[in-house]
């Protein structure tokens, strides 16, 4: 049967929901070449200086490199702290709880996924950041800390369940045979369960990281704003800027105008290519867990 | 007690210790936004429109915009998330071409918010000339929650068991009689809880919405297709600049738990439906 | 537990429950633009400092014609200038005048001054308690340049200085910097925080108790004090009453822009903004009207909270 045949059997089901499928599958396309196209103007204005620079000034220069240094640093400052709680809960309600348990942790996980965005970022702006001057002695409690602390917040919800379900898959003979050799249960846990669902777990780590380098609306309010490498780099009770904070707080001032709204576009751009690396390598590791 | 067992009890301990940390955050989160926000609802605040920047009145219009906005998005998004899903499990028979899709529909779940807004406003705002306005805003978050209809959907129509499709096969049912009849029915619950977790999701948004489809004041409810509306996310990082300003922080904080029970109701439910339907399967 | 086909009948109403109510919530609109086919909607945005007087006006002038719809919405000076520019804003209003960048990118934009604002420098109302009261304009330079870091380096206690910047973009920024260095994009080395609109600014600066910042005076109250300047022997005060004589070195005009001459409904609201109820409204906001009879002796403006 010859392609024509074929198709022109198809009945509407079949177009109609391909065109679906078609929207479906192409938008991460289209994201990614809108986002190429549009930031060509910087690129021409300053070429690739862009990714080095450290002067961001409207108008006149646009260096990305303190804003890459912010998400890395926050989003490395978020997965440390939240490695040994979603870790830990994950390890408990996978091994150790039974099914109610299970299912009201797992609850309480998809409730907190929920919270908005924006809540985060009153009670980071309200009340995270006048804790974090008084209990660090800051004069100041904006600080890449303060960012890094509300996004691990945000993230516990994903790499838990994502690191659950990694060892949750990992096959019964690995335990019953661990348990007849005579370990203890946490000792079966650590040495056989856990490594053998390593690249799950590495892969949930990945995309928490993903998810936190792509938060705007909390980080935006509580990190200072301010442009710059702290002094020195690991100062991590300084101010900083993360890329999406920046597009947040600039993208109204540059609406359609043209090189700064370039400059931010090519920001995004760096963001879409760093998030989507990471989560694919996530997303890579995950399937080979299962 | 000797030690091998000493080590295992302190282990089991820390992560009793961990996993009640991290349930306890929800506790914290929902306690404080609730303690700080009960004090602002009242009736008058939740049927007034908002005055003085924010700080007297209520914010009638903005539980409006979030609504509209929400139910416009997974409207348009609901036929083309189910299409989609339709066309892969019964059009779509090769493993490789359902990975590569699979993996392209994830690939949009990770997409930063602010990327949405970003390029939403330069194909809905610039190219189809809608501005910074609600059309805008509802064809963005439609776009961004896609994945989440779209997994759950999935995950439904793949869960049907083989022998209602081969009974339907066997009737001679056409593919698209076969989703009218078979598939959709049989996946409802997958379509309701994507549904409502699309919406949970939607109404959380800030970033991608917040120079694409709202204003700040002069707006009640849209009388065209291209006029803004005022949120209740955009209301609260409104008020949340005014962090020393107590009245302002109350409203802040009110609706803030507003929006919260909003999304909260949600989730519960579709977690309600979910367990339902889990018991059932266990049986 | 519930039973698999009461779910079932559940899920079917639960769907078509929000089918009913989207759909009948966007036909709504549908309804209601329809039969608002004949009102006009004017939008206007821009600086934070000019937004309580337009936001207010637009409220009255609304009341009064309700054919008109008046969306409002911030975004600083730099948003007003550049939304006028490209059409997307009827009226842009900002707090600064327009740099002769956007002057040769927009050529037809027009400026009208609705009234007069004066930026102060502000600080911490502890600090100001503790006997600083007036810096000069070489201090204050030095401060933001990062050279001065502990208020003991000018009298006050022995505290980090926390700078308080703002957005490139936002009209009170261009005007101080103007006035301390001479260009309106001068960069702040010394900057700890960056904050976007007014009220952001005196919020962290309320927060804090060591800080220092820029603010237009009508915003300045209790927890944010400004303080004067000092020129040589003389201390110039951030008072009403010393801008409209002219010595308070920093002030600036209030201006809306359009892209060419204000017509029809839009003009209509420019009038009304220049009438006497609209320069009432200057006045009452805490800013000086563009014709002021009167002098005014309070230093505090209305967003004393």
């Known amino acids: ?290 | 007690m000797n030690r091998r067992l000493f080590k295992e009890r302190t282990i089991l301990f820390t992560l009793y210790g961990f996993t009640v940390c991290g349930c306890l955050v929800l506790a914290v989160i929902l306690a404080t936004v609730f303690m700080k926000g009960a004090p602002a609802i009242s009736g008058a605040f939740l049927f007034e429109e908002s005055r003085n920047f924010g700080l007297e009145g209520g914010i009638f219009y903005q539980i409006a915009g979030t609504l509209i906005l929400m139910m416009g998005a997974a409207l348009v998004c609901l036929p083309v998330a189910l299409g989609s899903v339709l066309f892969q499990t019964e059009f779509l028979h090769s493993p490789q071409v359902k990975k590569i899709f699979r993996l392209l529909i994830y690939s949009l779940n990770a997409v930063p918010t602010i990327i949405f807004g970003l390029i939403g406003y330069l194909f809905f705002g610039v190219f189809l000339e809608a501005g910074v306005s609600w059309v805008t805003g509802v064809l963005i978050l439609a776009v961004m929650i896609l994945p989440t209809l779209h997994v759950s959907i999935h995950e439904a129509v793949e869960s049907i068991p083989k022998h209602y499709r081969e009974a339907g096969l066997a009737l001679g049912l056409s593919p698209g009689q076969q989703m009218r009849a078979v598939i959709l029915p049989q996946s409802l619950h997958g379509i309701v809880t994507g549904t409502l977790l699309g919406l949970a999701r939607a109404a959380g948004e800030t970033a991608a919405i917040m120079f694409t489809a709202t204003a700040f004041s002069g707006v009640r409810l849209p009388q065209s297709w291209t006029e803004p509306v005022t949120t209740l996310q955009t209301h609260i990082l409104l008020l949340a600049q005014e962090a020393a300003n107590p009245e302002a922080l109350t409203n802040a904080w009110g609706a803030g738990l507003v929006l919260m029970t909003i999304v909260f109701v949600l989730i519960t439910v579709t977690l309600w439906i979910r367990s339902g339907l889990e018991m059932e399967a266990q049986r | ?305």
């Open chain 3, 1 to 305: 537990m519930p039973r698999r086909s009461s779910i079932k009948s559940i899920l079917g109403l639960a769907l078509i429950l929000l089918g009913v109510v989207g759909t009948v919530q966007i036909g709504l609109v549908g309804v209601t633009s329809a039969l608002a086919q004949d009102s006009t909607v004017i939008r206007v945005a821009g600086s934070t400092t000019v937004l309580p007087i337009v936001s207010r006006a637009a409220e009255r002038f609304q009341a009064r014609n309700s054919s008109v719809k008046i969306t409002v919405n911030a975004g600083g000076s730099g948003v007003g200038i550049h939304g006028a520019g490209t059409r997307r804003l009827d009226i842009g209003f900002a707090s600064r005048e327009i740099t002769p960048q956007e002057n040769n990118r927009y050529a037809s934009l027009t400026t009208t001054v609705i009234g007069r604002d004066a930026v102060a420098c502000v600080v911490s109302s502890e600090i100001f308690h503790s006997g600083v009261r007036s810096l000069s304009k070489q201090q204050i330079g030095d401060i933001y340049l990062g050279k001065i870091t502990n208020w003991q380096q000018v009298g006050g206690p022995d505290r980090t200085i926390i700078v308080v910047d703002k957005e490139t973009h936002r009209g009170t920024r261009h005007v101080f910097m103007q006035y301390l260095f001479g260009k309106s994009n001068a960069r702040a080395p010394g900057a700890r925080l960056v904050t976007g609109s007014n009220n952001e600014e005196q919020a962290k600066i309320a927060q804090s108790d060591s800080a220092i910042g820029m603010l237009s005076i009508a915003w300045i109250n209790d927890d944010v004090v400004g303080i004067g300047i000092r020129e040589g022997r003389q201390v110039i005060e951030p008072t009403l009453k010393n801008v409209r004589n002219g010595r308070f070195p920093i002030a600036r005009n209030l201006n809306l822009l359009t892209a060419g001459k204000p017509k029809g409904r839009v003009k209509q609201f420019v009038d009304y903004l220049l009438s006497e109820e609209g320069q009432k409204i200057v006045e009452s906001s805490g800013y000086i009207p563009i014709h002021s009879p009167h002098a005014v002796s309070k230093v505090a403006g209305s967003h004393s909270k």
């Open chain 1, 1 to 290: 049967m010859n392609l024509k045949q074929k198709f022109s059997e198809k009945g509407p089901a079949f177009w109609w929901t391909g065109f679906a499928a078609l929207i479906s599958s192409g938008t991460i396309f289209i994201l990614f070449i809108s986002l190429v196209i549009e930031s060509i103007p910087v690129f021409k204005a300053q070429g690739i200086s862009f990714l080095w620079g450290t002067d961001w000034f409207a108008g006149e220069a646009y260096g990305a490199l303190p804003m890459i240094f912010g998400s890395l640093m926050v989003t490395g400052i978020a997965v440390v702290m939240v490695l040994p709680f979603a870790l830990g809960s994950a390890i408990l309600t996978s091994e150790f709880l039974s099914g109610r348990l299970r299912l009201m942790v797992k609850a309480a996980m998809e409730l907190l996924a929920g919270v908005p965005g924006i809540i985060y970022g009153l009670m980071g702006i309200a009340l995270l950041t006048v804790w974090v001057r008084d209990v660090f002695g800051l004069i100041d409690g904006n600080t890449l800390f303060t960012a890094g602390f509300l996004l691990a917040v945000m993230i516990l919800p994903t790499v838990m369940t994502l690191s659950e379900d990694a060892l949750r898959s990992v096959p019964g003979e690995f335990r019953d045979t661990a348990l007849s050799l005579g370990l203890t249960r946490m000792e079966m846990v650590f040495k056989v369960v856990v490594p053998q669902a390593l690249p799950g777990l590495a892969g949930a780590v990945f995309l928490g990281v993903g998810r936190a380098m792509g938060e705007t609306i909390a980080v935006m309010l509580v990190i200072g704003g301010i442009d710059r490498i702290p002094q020195p780099w690991f100062n991590l009770f300084a101010a900083g800027q993360s890329i999406p904070s920046k597009i947040g707080r600039e993208a109204a001032e540059a609406l359609g105008f043209d090189v700064q709204w370039s400059a931010l576009i090519a920001l995004g751009l760096v963001l879409f290519v760093m998030v989507m690396t990471l989560t694919s390598a996530g997303n890579i590791l995950l399937r080979k867990a299962r």
